[in-house]
DNA sequence: ATGGAAGTGTAACAATTGTTACCGGAAATG
DNA sequence: CATTTCCGGTAACAATTGTTACACTTCCAT
């Protein structure tokens, strides 16, 4: 158990200076979430900011009627900028946070953070460059939703799932596939019959088989 | 001209601790721009962070084919989310910013805001709720563009406007609004005349009048 | 095995939005 | 004043997306 922390807490040190990394040892905690938890919810406030240390997370937006809209997914090593700055502002969140796999995750008190990004310029830097990555992935959800069709954002979506799970299966029912999508499941398996008759992918029950001309 | 910047820079006099206060005075520099002037184009790096001072400015995504989309406004106080995260990590940016009015605005140098990032806490905490107002209004943009028709969207826009010159009088012509929403001019013409027959505003050349009840 | 739930295919239709085209009036320009 | 440009209204149509309904299959649980 231990020798795995020190393992995860191994994959930060490209990262961190060590003497930040001694304080993640001693100072943080490690977290297992199962597949499809919720790690947070709109409108609850978070206690401490996580890293990924294994697994994938994704955030997702959802509005009023419930209807859900895919952000961005937490990969390896990544955080989530919403956190870090509700963290140290002691905002509600504004959007969910589930696992999306198995993960495993290292929490860090509030109230670290906050001395850390006067003390630590690697953590001021992943810090920095957290925010900046969330906001490119979210002005790219704004290009998807506002200025491309439905078909178009099926297929980056589709690529982006196959890109993260490392295989070109992808176990998803149409409906699982237009809530992330914020649309309709009719619309859903409209377009993916197309794209089945066009030869770029294979249906099948909870699964799609993604061929290498899409 | 020396009252000016410093009736100025007493505007940011509750933000600020006196020793920031102290060197926004001598280290920075205050910048005059006109109305509709770009000040920063998709793709450019930044050389300074900018406060408003004094008036409104505009940041838009714009997607390859030249479609523009409104983000949100930058009032008095108020800097870009953006232009930190970019400014820290030296990168291009991926939004264009331009002068809703005639605007002055403080230039920071780089430089000076990674320093103070340790040094200051209430640039610490100016920066980290900047960050978080932004998300929370890109996230918005996307609620809308995701979720919401766009008559409705046109109908918070034209609140948004309205809300931002403090009139009830809006001064744009139909492409323009078209643009910002990133639609078509024949669909705005279509909804604004449509909230006309409602009697929820009125139309006239280059300018709605916006009644009570819209 | 069998009944029911879940997942998919499809039709039919509605609603919304995009596109093109053309007209007429208002403003600007000389 | 004449000409041109800009702006808005509107029709007609296309394309996209949303909605409802229903049939059929697969899977699961009792």
Redesign the interface.
């Known amino acids: 158990m231990f020798t795995q922390a020190a393992d995860y807490l191994n994959k930060l040190s490209p990262i961190f200076e060590p003497a930040l990394l001694a304080e993640l040892e001693t100072k943080t905690m490690i977290m297992e979430v199962k597949a499809g938890d919720t790690l947070i919810n709109m409108g609850q406030t978070i206690r401490a900011t996580p890293i990924m240390l294994k697994g994938v997370g994704k955030v997702s ?1 959802i ?1 009023d ?1 419930g ?1 859900e ?1 895919l ?1 961005y997914y937490v990969k390896e090593g990544e955080s989530c ?2 956190t ?3 963290c ?2 002691a ?1 509600s969140s ?2 969910r946070g589930s696992a999306e796999e198995d993960c495993t995750i290292l929490a860090i008190p509030i109230n670290l953070m906050d001395s850390w ?3 630590y ?1 690697s953590w ?2 992943y810090v ?2 957290t ?2 990555n ?3 992935e ?2 790219k ?3 998807e ?3 491309k069709k439905m078909d178009e954002r099926l297929i980056n979506y589709m690529k982006e799932k196959s890109k993260i799970s490392g295989s070109s299966l992808i176990n998803l029912t149409h409906q699982q596939i237009a809530d992330e999508l ?1 649309t309709n499941r009719v619309v859903v398996s409209r377009l993916l019959k197309k794209l089945e008759i066009d030869k770029k992918l294979l249906l099948y029950r909870n699964q799609i088989k993604l061929l290498k001309d899409l």
């Open positions: 937006r509005n009627d209807q809209l952000l900028a919403l870090f700055t509700c140290m502002m905002q504004v959007v990004m006067a003390e310029s001021k830097k920095m460059t925010i900046l969330r906001f490119n979210v002005i959800t704004i290009d939703v506002a200025f914020g």
